[in-house]
């Protein structure tokens, strides 16, 4: 399956998140941050990092 395959079938809509999560990161390119992933177990925290590589 590839990547528009995926997104297709993103009933959350995920890829806007992915998109402004990825120019926020590439705002930063020579500062370290720290980004953290923390919702209840079973809401998607596997599904948005296999989405987002």
Do not use: A
Not at 26 to 41: F, G, L, R, T
């Amino acid at each position: 399956m590839n990547i528009q395959e995926i997104y297709n079938q993103d009933l959350f809509k995920r890829k806007v998140f992915i998109e402004t999560l990825m120019e926020y990161i590439q705002s930063y390119e020579n500062e370290c941050k720290v980004i953290s992933i923390h919702s209840p177990w079973g809401t998607g925290k596997t599904t948005f990092i296999e989405m987002w590589k």
